[in-house]
């Protein structure tokens, strides 16, 4: 059982940037990551991804150029850098841990999730 917890999540103006930190209470090591989204009055997608391997990564498109995902086995934390956020990025944050090594971009590929952290963009 690994337990999720996402953090730095909070208000900024377009154009800036944050970065989300997802900390396991166990090793990540096996584990592709991903991160999710909801906006309010939407259903949860797909933000980017991470395998066990540094390059396997993938990104929603409106999202590419701009966040980066990554992670640190040692510190069993992955990371989202957000940059030049956008009022259409406000939404909850959820970072989560596939059954696989190979980077995933379904919900269903994924067993544990965090609770989620709350990101906004204000025009």
């Known amino acids: 059982q690994v337990q999720l917890v996402e953090s730095g999540g909070r208000s900024v103006q377009a154009g800036g940037s944050l970065r989300l930190s997802c900390a396991a209470s166990?090793?990540?090591?096996?584990?592709?990551m991903g991160w999710f989204r909801q906006a309010p009055g939407k259903e949860r997608e797909f933000v980017a991804t991470i395998g066990r391997s540094d390059s396997d990564t993938y990104y929603l498109d409106p999202v590419k150029g701009r966040f980066t995902i990554s992670r640190d086995n040692a510190k069993n934390t992955m990371y989202l850098q957000m940059n030049s956020l956008k009022p259409e990025d406000t939404a909850v944050y959820y970072c989560?841990?596939?059954?696989?090594?190979?980077?995933?971009?379904?919900?269903?590929?994924?067993?544990?999730w965090g609770q989620g952290t709350q990101v906004t963009v204000s025009a």
């Open positions: 166990g090793s990540i090591f096996d584990y592709a």
């Open positions: 989560a841990a596939s059954y696989s090594p190979i980077a995933a971009m379904r919900e269903y590929d994924y067993r544990y």
